[in-house]
């Protein structure tokens, strides 16, 4: 039963560092839907929710990453960090997420 505790203690330690990111990821996603698409806040939190069931968590960051510096996203497609189909990925994403998440509930 200890091994057991311990397992899963170790396992929310190193689970840590990655939902901080995602939550920062998060933050990000929604600052700059609402900021510079315009859209409105319960809009900007599906699309961030949209985000995290349909991405991979990769591609989540990247999703933040491309709304809060294009460049820098740019950057990270042009050295091969990002596969073209993961950058059509997240842009089919942004078309499509805010369309999904206008529509009335």
């Known amino acids: 039963m200890m091994r057991w505790l311990a397992g899963v203690a170790g396992l929310a330690l190193l689970a840590a560092p990655a939902m901080a990111q995602t939550q920062d ?36 960051s990247m999703l933040a990453t491309m709304l809060t510096d294009p460049q820098g996203a740019a950057s990270l497609a042009a050295s091969g960090q990002l596969t073209p189909v993961e950058a059509m990925t997240v842009g089919m994403f942004l078309v499509t997420a805010p369309q999904q998440c206008a529509l009335p509930q």
Do not use: F, H, N, S
């Open 25 to 60: 990821d998060r933050a990000k996603i929604v600052a700059a839907c609402e900021t510079e698409m315009t859209m409105p806040a319960g809009t900007c939190d599906c699309i961030a929710d949209l985000g995290l069931e349909q991405l991979e968590p990769k591609l989540y």
